[in-house]
């Protein structure tokens, strides 16, 4: 097919005031539908995708073929590797319901603890930040959201509580790789940046659980379960700063979230809090034990589950732990994706063999290689003379690679996760076969809501309208250092990741803090914790919290549930950047 280059344009109606507002109106269109009009959750992203396109072509220039290209490119993207992940996450949780194990692990939860906000505590912070640490790309979302369900926890609040808590382990998470991306955008070297994140984020890891405290129960519930929010953010947020300080950043997540749960789980053993709290939807006056005050809890049983039998219930869950840390560390996915020649490359520091087998890949047609980024998103200006050559092409423009890596994606060792927990559960082919139908049934909608959503997500990236929104927080000032967080929170609000959103933004990030005086090692890495802040919101986190909970074509009552908490979370982050760029001056390194 013709190669036809395209350069970006960021003010193309030549006021930034209008081409913001034109760069907007897809993501705008989007909020609305969702949130007031209350558009099925596909309905509202296929508007949304189809005024991207629009604008895209008609308002910035884009040539149309590349913008179907780039929107058939997301959706993709959207099922290998996002839905992937989610499909099976879901398939190895209705496994354990289906054999019965997974009221063994309610009850032994229960007994840990019955008060709901410890629960949340455990599975949505703790247990939520070492799944992020081993594979994220909204997979404790997936997770933890499932567990909540399953314990009892009502579905918005299962959905809406595990997106909350999934903001402070995101800049280190998937063994690191938002951070290592930031410093090969950058230059900046990926420990100085883990330094810095390790001196913004445990303040937020403080914080994000005593939120998740008085979002289910208000002021009144945070006292009287604060020993338990001081140990497990505690915990957490001090195996943060350390780890990322004094060892790497590639584990900072999975050291800290086994570190939280311990602590937790070995304090709910000496302490529980007076009242036992419930979520008013499940009170029942007429079979539970009334809690002064707080209402109602549902009796524990009298039978305690054999030693033997919590081991069996609780493999499912140690499948998927091992699972998803083998397949995120490096090692093991160059193996995966290249085989004993892959891994032999790796370890010689070189780039990893691609099988053909194991994870084939193509060029996007008509896109890869044909968005050219100026400047300032990107250091220096495109050299319009040199757009044809080859060489200069393959340096300066956009890649769009497409890889089918079905061995080495986080949704495939879920696969196996569950595979495993079949056979060791002993269930027969055929209702081993009726559950993965079952799932596959109700999950087809979802499925084809987050491919409708990651296609908009990419149009706006390879349309360069991203960029246009993120120039506008460029224009502050002195006050840069608070927006620079802002400007990472729109990064991922609009890509779904931290890891995307430093790629789209680190660049720009840079130049700009050079500009003003400010360090850029600070500034930069407020791109990353800042857009942490942004991961509860995104349209892709908010399609896998419904799909996980039942909740299909609720998801505009989901992001009502958590925009604000949002917004609110990434204005600490921004006054925490502010500080640091003004006050404690000595924290940057």
Aim: hydrophobic share 55%; charged share 10%.
């Amino acid at each position: 097919m013709t190669w036809t280059p395209w350069i970006q344009v960021y003010d193309p109606l030549g006021s930034p005031w209008l081409s913001t507002a034109a760069a907007a109106l897809p993501i705008v269109l989007l909020l609305v539908a969702l949130a007031l009009f209350e558009w099925r959750a596909h309905l509202a992203a296929l508007a949304g995708l189809v005024a991207a396109i629009a604008v895209s072509v008609l308002v910035f220039g884009m040539p149309l073929p590349t913008a179907t290209a780039t929107a058939l490119y997301g959706a993709a993207y959207g099922f290998l590797p996002i839905g992937w992940i989610i499909l099976n996450a879901v398939f190895l949780y209705n496994l354990t319901v289906h054999t019965g194990q997974f009221e063994i692990v309610k009850s032994s939860v229960g007994r840990l603890s019955k008060d709901r906000r410890v629960q949340a505590l455990l599975v949505a912070f703790s247990f939520g930040a070492f799944i992020e640490g081993a594979s994220g790309f909204g997979t404790p979302v997936a997770i933890c959201s499932a567990l909540l369900i399953g314990l009892g926890f009502t579905p918005l609040y299962a959905a809406g509580l595990s997106l909350i808590a999934n903001t402070a382990p995101v800049a280190f998470g998937a063994i690191g790789t938002p951070i290592l991306t930031l410093a090969a955008v950058t230059g900046i070297p990926s420990q100085t940046l883990g330094v810095m994140a390790g001196r913004q984020l445990p303040f937020v890891s403080l914080i994000v659980p005593a939120w998740l405290v008085v979002t289910m129960s208000g002021w009144r519930g945070l006292w009287g379960v604060w020993p338990a929010v001081l140990v497990c953010g505690g915990t957490f947020a001090a195996v943060q700063y350390g780890w990322s300080n004094f060892v790497g950043v590639e584990l900072v997540d999975i050291a800290g979230g086994l570190a939280s749960i311990a602590a937790l789980a070995l304090f709910a053993r000496v302490w529980q809090p007076r009242e036992v709290w419930e979520f008013p939807e499940r009170r029942d006056p007429g079979s539970g034990i009334r809690d002064p005050g707080l209402g109602i809890r549902d009796p524990v049983p009298d039978s305690v589950p054999a030693r033997g039998a919590l081991m069996r219930a609780w493999m499912p869950w140690l499948f998927l732990s091992l699972a998803v840390i083998l397949w995120g560390l490096a090692p093991g996915k160059a193996f995966l994706n290249g085989g004993p020649r892959g891994l032999a490359t790796y370890r010689a520091g070189g780039r990893p063999y691609v099988s053909r087998l194991l994870s084939p890949s193509w060029n996007v047609p008509l896109l890869h290689r044909a968005v050219f980024r100026d400047y300032p998103v990107v250091p220096a200006p495109v050299d319009r003379a040199r757009i044809q050559d080859p060489a200069y092409r393959n340096d300066r423009a956009e890649a769009a690679l497409f890889t089918l890596n079905w061995v080495s994606a986080t949704g495939t060792a879920i696969l196996l996760a569950a595979l495993a927990t079949a056979l060791f559960l002993r269930v027969s082919v055929t209702e081993f076969l009726s559950v993965a139908v079952m799932t596959a049934r109700r999950m087809s909608a979802s499925l084809a809501t987050i491919m409708l959503m990651l296609a908009l997500g990419f149009v706006t990236r390879y349309g360069g309208t991203d960029a246009t929104l993120g120039l506008a927080f460029t224009k502050t000032g002195m006050l840069y250092p608070f927006f620079a967080a802002l400007l990472g929170w729109l990064g991922v609000a609009l890509t779904g990741s931290d890891t995307s959103s430093n790629v789209l933004f680190g660049s720009l990030q840079k130049i700009t803090a050079q500009q003003l005086g400010f360090n850029p090692v600070l500034i930069v890495t407020a791109n990353s914790t800042g857009g942490v802040m942004g991961k509860m919101i995104d349209a892709q986190s908010i399609v896998v919290a419904t799909a996980s909970t039942g909740q299909s074509g609720q998801e505009g009552r989901i992001l009502r549930f958590v925009f604000w908490h949002s917004v609110a979370l990434v204005v600490i982050m921004g006054v925490i950047v502010m500080l640091q760029a003004y006050v404690f001056t000595w924290m940057v390194p």
